[in-house]
């Protein structure tokens, strides 16, 4: 801590801060540009500059800029300096002389940072009177629009682009005032976090091009607090509707997951929530071959009860993409032994081993904050960037921060940038990965390609070295027992090891042998860390909540011991062969689907039931870390939809009980919802914290959607009815839609819609609401963790598995794809045009005995053919095939390649 | 690597073609004792090479140092001497070392040459590095030896074609010879260089802006602290030191700082001899070794006066980022303090001459085309600051200057002050034109003839 004194006014701040910092997490305003609490300061810009006087007796000081300069104790700065203030304005002068003053036309108009600092500076006069100097744009590719005339050159973009997130193909080109930020040719960004850069652009040089094909002005749009749903990680997403369609996803400041930053999988990926082909009214038919009949709400909910009433037994299939509460609500509906999570049954089995391995193994659960700090990595048979997006950029930081611990010895501060990146140079701290083929984290990582039987028993002698009574690895080859000792040294040479894996590869053997590790690990008392990574959205909530694998939902019904099914928001196609579920739903004589999309199991639906998507409602998720985090209702579908029938899975599935139990139509609300799983799942009690209730007040108000600028309200349905409606009134949730109701930022809140304080209309206004910038909310980041480790090692080594035997079969070893490898949004337009050409991956043994080599074609079976790419160090019998491409192709299933049609 | 095939010095092979910089001391005039920087060049020209280096006393510093084993009193010598850097700023060159971190722990790091001779009106290194390609060797290896360096690099300006050349040949024969590599003169001591020829910006010559160039990045200078010595060149302890006061290092170490010191004489408080130079309208441009603090006077008069009818308005001391100093300080001793005093600074210490038929306005929007035109892009007053000021300037020079404008360039030129930009190039840019705008602000004013904010026949659309 340190005593700093600004305007003559003494303050406590951070010592190891700079001025600039300091003074905005005190709440004082200084302008800047470069400077970003994610990346550090550089000093390019020159716009934070204030007046530091050397003493107490020193009454001339002399300007500095605030960003490069340290907060010690004692130190005396004016901001309000008159000379500081009119080189302030000088700054934005500069900056402003080739900026184009396009706003009206700019998608970055309202939310732009170069706006928020010109008014603040209060530059308002244009004094350059000569040619401004003009520029070509590129074609960026599907995501992000490029306009380099509104340049200012703050160099963030490619300080985030190349520096923070490892992306290689965008620089700066040229010099003096003809600074050029692209790509060396047009073509799209190749980073996965490429979005950012809309949001780390201080004005509309990068910009979101999803956004731009259906704009709206940050202030028209109508927010609230959301979770991700296209992956376990759980990121916060402010996603803006304007007129029942979603506009753009910005990332939602949260100081423990996502922090600044999203993957544009997450940004990107909304677009099939605004899909048309979407099912909005009750659908039923008698015979599959028949034209479906729309049918209203009433008529929908007695129809499945008259025909529920009449079947055996009904199964009900649940979903790790919909909410906890959706899922309880179904299962309430079937009863307990009636229930299957909807997850495959191998897959539900290392889910179960994650959760009890985050309980057992005697290692805690880092926050991606946190990854961030450990000094040494080991990842086991996960590829993070394509699997859980976002963590993969913690990984990277955490790598990265090799050279914090070298500035230490030169009293180089942490926010110095450029000068730890000298320092640095590629000192990183040890990252392992074990993962057959290149991953986006290779630049900062040593990887060890091995299969997935060898991936385990590498994690099995790690452990075994760590800790010798830890079982041994029988038969390791030389190469292997190296490795394993490298990586052992590793974490043990270091403060904070950590153990990531997870699930991609469906191995208990590898979570088993990362339990090992972590297990060893724990009796070196280091403060070690494991990480585990899921799938999708509330995988780890449905393995908390339990019921039965897929598998057995559909054996079940195929042997005839159902004869009725609800599906929640699943498309049983993606998860187990077409002919399994062919074979069960075959069986059932009454299908009820409940989704937002039309998938090939909704085709198959005597009944499909119209879902909210996770835009149209609230529930809660549980994500990679074991957090609870609740995403709320953006809009109310029917307001301007009068003819859609969405409504949540749970509301639905609620009415449906209530019908079957034969009471008088009960309305059920979010808390109620939320309140009856906490209670029904002593591992899911917590849930019910992890957001604010309906009842929640700020000063007696409700939290406002919409920003207090929000226009058309009264024209925004009269293409339907001059005649206004009341706004939708929300029974569910703390949030007004509308205008009214609190949307400030000095009472702190967890639950913030949008971020917006006076003078700050950029996402740069979340250092408003954050305790210091770069921090934690000041109402406490949202969520609550459900799994803690036990006390005590309560568990106990597994036993390493054998090398697999020599055969010719053929495995698939299904590779996640962040664009592509997901469900739902692989429906989105920009990502399916983001999704790169798939192929197989062979060794060259494989290729060799199979006579093919890169760029032949082969048939992979259900008709799909993909071209063979021989990577060198593959392993053997395995073929690489892209997750979500196959659907149905399990993990390690058989595959027999044949010669497909030539391209 | 190229090579001459023949025995021919490379010098002479095309000195009817190309500018040399010219040395106007005969070798009878120049001394070991008193000339140390060039008593061993010829009057033809050509270079001198390894045999005769050596026959001129060369290399014995190199000796006499690494027969010592002391590095840090090779520090302590250069410290004592007050070797002010030559390269413009004049910080000590004994200080710098003294700071370069050295230890058990920390890596050998790098000695580099800083040639990238770009400063307008100076051509100082450019004598050195193809005449005398041995003196510098042998002061890299003498600064390498101080701070613990393993590897030196001469990180020369692209266009020093032919000191290239030089270089590359002078390295090969030293090395061959056993003064470079691997244990040198049976030293233990390692230590090789290689020439790095820069791609032609002159930011390269700010010694931060010439690591992250050397390191293969932009030319952007970096943030100090941490310093070179402590951070430099690949992260690791590194010297960059100007290729004249390298090229002073020997002599300090043979013959010590008292007589270095005494070089000077009474003139001044600063040690040695000075390249010192006079170019512009002069009757004998030129270059000459003379005692640091020589007066301005003294050099026109070795420039043999004004040529011609022209007379002497202004003079820069040392380079086009320096001050404009008056007829009136031509008494002044030319140090490095006494510049200082006046708003000037020393700089390369090579003099240009402005006459008086020189329009001020048109020299100083040619200055600050130079100067915006070589901005890294780095930080805003500099990058849209200088091109701004190039505009007005032109302007005034069409006469189509408004009210205000001279107001906006000495805000302009205020606004690149010290600490308000990155490093010390805007500052550069922003010290002769200050100067010009107090001294010759008549010249300027003639520039004003339009009213403000009216539309202007001619659109200036002046791009660079």
């Not at chain 1, 009454?59 to 203030?85: F, H, N, W, Y």
């Not at chain 1, 961030?372 to 950029?393: N, T």
């Not at chain 2, 505009?391 to 404008?405: F, I, S």
């Not at chain 2, 002769?432 to 539309?455: D, I, T, W």
Request: glycine letters at 10%; a negative charge.
């Amino acid at each position: 801590m340190a005593i700093i004194h600004v305007d003559g006014q003494a303050y406590e701040v951070n010592g190891a801060d700079n001025l600039l910092q300091a003074c905005l997490s005190l709440g004082l305003d200084i302008p800047y540009f470069c400077w970003h609490p994610a990346m550090g300061s550089v000093g390019a810009c020159r716009q934070c500059a204030v007046r530091q006087y050397k003493d107490a007796d020193d009454d001339q000081g002399m300007l500095v800029m605030s960003c490069m300069t340290p907060a010690k104790d004692q130190t005396r700065i004016d901001i309000e300096d008159e000379e500081a203030r009119t080189f302030r304005a000088s700054v934005v002068e500069w900056l402003m002389i080739n900026h184009p003053h396009d706003c009206p036309v700019c998608e970055e108009g309202g939310h732009c940072h170069l706006q928020d600092m010109t008014v603040m500076t209060g530059h308002d006069r244009r004094r350059y009177r000569f040619s401004k100097r003009t520029r070509r744009n590129q074609n960026l590719g599907p995501f992000i629009g490029h306009e380099m005339n509104r340049c200012i050159t703050c160099y963030r973009c490619v300080r985030f682009y190349n520096d923070y997130a490892g992306g290689t193909d965008l620089g700066a080109f040229g010099s003096k005032d003809n600074v050029y930020f692209g790509r060396y040719e047009e073509g799209t960004l190749e980073s996965p976090f490429a979005g950012n850069l809309t949001e780390v652009c201080p004005t509309g040089v990068f910009t979101d091009k999803s956004h731009a094909a259906h704009y709206t002005r940050k202030w028209d749009l109508q927010f609230a607090p959301s979770i991700c749903h296209q992956c376990a990680m759980g990121c916060n997403i402010s996603p803006g509707e304007r007129g029942g369609s979603l506009r753009r996803i910005e990332n939602r400041y949260h100081g423990d997951v996502n922090g600044y930053f999203l993957c544009d999988r997450g940004r990107f990926g909304y677009g099939y929530v605004n899909r048309s082909d979407r099912p909005k009214v009750p659908e039923w038919r008698a015979q599959l071959d028949q034209t479906p009949t729309h049918l209203e709400v009433d008529a929908a909910l007695d129809h499945i009860t008259d025909a529920l009433r009449h079947a055996r037994r009904v199964i009900g299939i649940g979903s790790p993409r919909a909410s906890l509460e959706s899922n309880h609500q179904l299962r309430e509906l079937v009863g307990d032994k009636h229930f299957s999570t909807g997850i495959e049954a191998q897959e539900q089995a290392c889910l179960e081993r994650m959760n009890h391995l985050q309980r057992t193994a005697g290692l805690p659960t880092p926050t991606p904050r946190e990854i961030e700090r450990h000094d040494a990595i080991l990842i086991l048979g996960e590829d993070p960037v394509q699997s859980a997006g976002r963590l993969g950029l913690n990984l990277r930081q955490a790598a990265l921060a090799r050279r914090e611990t070298m500035g230490e010895k030169l009293d180089v501060p942490t926010w110095d940038a450029e000068a730890l990146k000298t320092l640095g140079q590629d000192s990183y701290h040890p990252l392992h990965i074990a993962w057959p083929t290149t991953t986006e984290l290779d630049s900062v990582a040593i990887r060890h390609s091995l299969a997935p039987e060898e991936i385990a028993r590498l994690g099995f002698a790690v452990a075994h070295i760590i800790d010798p009574s830890a079982p041994a690895v029988d038969r390791l080859d030389t190469a292997t027992r190296e490795t394993a000792q490298q990586i052992a040294d590793d974490l043990m040479a270091a403060e904070r090891p950590l153990v990531v894996s997870g699930g991609t590869l469906t191995s208990e053997a590898i979570l088993e042998a990362a339990g090992n590790i972590a297990k060893a690990l724990s009796m070196h008392a280091k403060q070690a860390g494991l990480v585990l990574i899921r799938r999708e959205a509330n995988s780890t909530g449905l393995a908390l909540m339990g019921g039965q694998p897929l598998d057995w939902a559909l054996d079940e019904l195929a042997q005839g011991n159902a004869d009725a099914l609800v599906v929640l928001e699943n498309d049983l196609y993606q998860r187990l062969p077409a002919k399994q579920v062919d074979a069960a739903l075959a069986r059932a004589d009454i299908r009820i689907v409940l989704d937002h999309q039309r998938t090939p199991t909704t085709d198959k639906a005597s009944i499909l039931l119209p879902a909210a998507s996770f835009a149209e409602t609230s529930g809660t998720l549980v994500n990679l870390e074991g957090r609870a985090q609740r995403f709320f209702q953006v809009f109310e579908p029917a307001y301007l939809r009068p003819e859609a029938r969405l409504h949540a899975s749970w509301h639905w599935l609620h009415s449906l009980a209530v019908s079957l139990r034969g009471e008088p139509p009960k309305a059920i609300h979010l808390d109620q919802a939320t309140q009856a799983c906490a209670e029904a799942y002593s591992s899911l009690a917590g849930m019910a914290q992890a957001a604010p209730g309906a009842d929640h007040r700020i000063a007696g108000l409700p939290l406002a959607r919409e920003p207090h600028r929000y226009s058309g309200r009264t024209a925004m349905r009269a293409h339907l009815n001059v005649n206004e409606p009341r706004p939708p009134q929300d029974p569910d949730t703390p949030f007004a839609h509308s205008m009214e109701g609190y949307s400030g930022f000095d009472r702190p809140r967890q639950q913030v819609p949008f971020a917006w304080a006076p003078g700050w209309n950029s996402p740069q206004a979340w250092n408003k609401f954050t305790d210091e910038v770069g921090g934690h909310l000041r109402g406490g980041d949202p969520g609550v963790r459900l799994i803690q480790p036990a006390p005590g090692h309560q568990g106990h080594y597994h036993q390493p598995v054998q090398s697999a035997e020599g055969t010719n079969a053929l495995r698939a070893l299904i590779l996640p794809r962040l664009f592509g490898g997901e469900e739902t949004s692989s429906l989105a337009a920009p990502i399916q045009q983001r999704t790169e050409q798939p192929s197989v991956i062979l060794s060259a043994d494989d290729a060799q005995r199979l006579a093919l080599k890169t760029g032949d074609r082969v048939n992979i079976g259900e008709g799909t053919t993909l071209p063979v790419y021989v990577q060198p160090d593959w392993p053997t019998g395995w073929a690489g095939l892209p997750a979500g491409l196959v659907a149905g192709v399990l993990q390690g299933a058989t595959l027999t390649l044949s010669a497909g049609d030539k391209p | 690597m190229s090579q001459p095939t023949d025995n021919q010095p490379i010098a002479n092979q095309r000195s009817s073609v190309r500018y040399r910089s010219r040395l106007m001391q005969s070798e009878a005039e120049r001394h070991a004792d008193t000339h140390p920087l060039t008593w061993r060049l010829r009057d033809d020209g050509a270079v001198v090479w390894l045999d005769e280096h050596l026959h001129k006393n060369g290399y014995q510093s190199v000796r006499k140092a690494l027969d010592a084993g002391d590095p840090q009193a090779v520090i302590a010598t250069m410290k004592e001497a007050n070797v002010r850097g030559r390269g413009g700023a004049g910080f000590s060159a004994g200080l710098k070392w003294s700071l370069t971190l050295q230890g058990d722990d920390i890596p050998r790091g790098y000695l580099i040459c800083n040639a990238d001779e770009m400063e307008p009106g100076t051509f100082k290194d450019r004598l050195l590095l193809e005449q005398q390609p041995h003196l510098l060797i042998e002061g890299m290896i003498l600064g390498a030896y101080a701070n613990n360096a393993f590897y030196g690099y001469i990180f020369l300006r692209s266009e020093y074609v032919q000191a290239a050349q030089v270089l590359n040949r002078a390295i090969d024969e030293a090395r061959e010879a056993g003064w470079l590599g691997a244990n040198i003169n049976g030293s233990g001591f390692d230590f090789d260089i290689a020439v790095h020829t820069g791609a032609g910006r002159y930011i390269c010559g700010e010694e931060t802006a010439l690591l992250n160039a050397l390191e293969g990045g932009r030319a952007n200078p970096r943030s100090k602290p941490p310093f070179p010595g402590q951070s430099g060149a690949w992260g690791k302890p590194s010297v960059v030191n100007n290729v004249e006061t390298l090229c002073n290092v020997p002599g300090v170490v043979l013959n010590g700082a008292d007589w270095y010191q005494g070089l000077s004489g009474e003139r001044t408080d600063d040690g040695g001899t000075k390249l010192y130079g006079v170019s512009g309208p002069v009757e004998n441009p030129g270059l000459w070794e003379l005692p640091i603090g020589t007066t301005g006077a003294e050099l026109l008069d070795r420039a043999r006066g004004m040529r011609g009818n022209h007379q002497l308005k202004a003079w820069l001391p040392g380079g086009a980022s320096t001050g404009f100093l008056l007829p009136e300080h031509l008494a002044l001793p030319l140090d490095f303090d006494t510049v200082g005093k006046e708003g000037s600074r020393l700089g390369t210490g090579l003099m240009t001459v402005v006459p008086q038929a020189q329009s001020m306005v048109s020299l100083m929007r040619n200055m600050e085309e130079f100067f915006a035109r070589e901005s890294c892009g780095w930080c805003t007053p500099c990058r849209d600051g200088l091109p701004w000021s190039v505009k007005l300037l032109l302007a005034l020079e069409h006469g189509e200057g408004e009210p205000g404008d001279i107001e906006l360039l000495d805000k302009l030129a205020a606004d690149c002050g010290p600490s308000l930009t990155f490093c010390a190039h805007a500052p550069g840019a922003a010290m002769p034109l200050q100067a010009a705008l107090k001294h010759f602000r008549h010249e300027f004013e003639q520039g004003v003839k339009k009213p403000r904010g009216e539309m202007h026949s001619t659109t200036m659309t002046h791009e660079q």
